[in-house]
């Protein structure tokens, strides 16, 4: 599948931008799963205790169901729950909103932007 694989990314939210890199691989139950090499992790032994699980909604739409995380961005760290939506292109490009809801209802979008590596 032409989705998977690495992206070099940047994760925006608030005015504020980190780098990142984020790596798409196949998951069990036709999922795809993100992982980033600082910044977004998930709990060992959650749900999604490999990295944030997608669904592939069409040949390039993904949709992200609510799942626990972690936050570490230039606007703070955060732990609590991430739904998602975007799009990997065929492109090499992607473009991924998160949309985090922290312990205190803390609400906070990151935008996910970036190019296949």
Do not use: W
């Not at 608030?14 to 992982?35: E, Q, W």
């Not at 600082?38 to 990295?51: K, L, P, R, S």
């Not at 909103?97 to 590596?117: A, P």
Request: glycine share 12%; with cysteine.
């Amino acid at each position: 599948m032409e989705l998977l694989g690495s992206y070099s990314v940047m994760i925006s939210s608030m005015g504020k931008s980190d780098p990142d890199v984020m790596t798409v691989t196949p998951g069990t139950d036709d999922k795809l799963l993100f992982t980033f090499a600082a910044g977004i992790t998930t709990d060992v032994g959650a749900v999604n205790a490999n990295g944030l699980r997608a669904d592939l909604k069409s040949s390039s739409m993904i949709a992200i169901a609510a799942q626990p995380a972690h936050i570490d961005h230039s606007t703070g760290s955060l732990s609590g729950m991430v739904t998602g939506d975007g799009s990997l292109n065929g492109d090499g490009t992607c473009d991924v909103m998160l949309h985090f809801v922290g312990d205190g209802s803390t609400q906070q979008d990151y935008e996910i932007s970036g190019t296949k590596e």
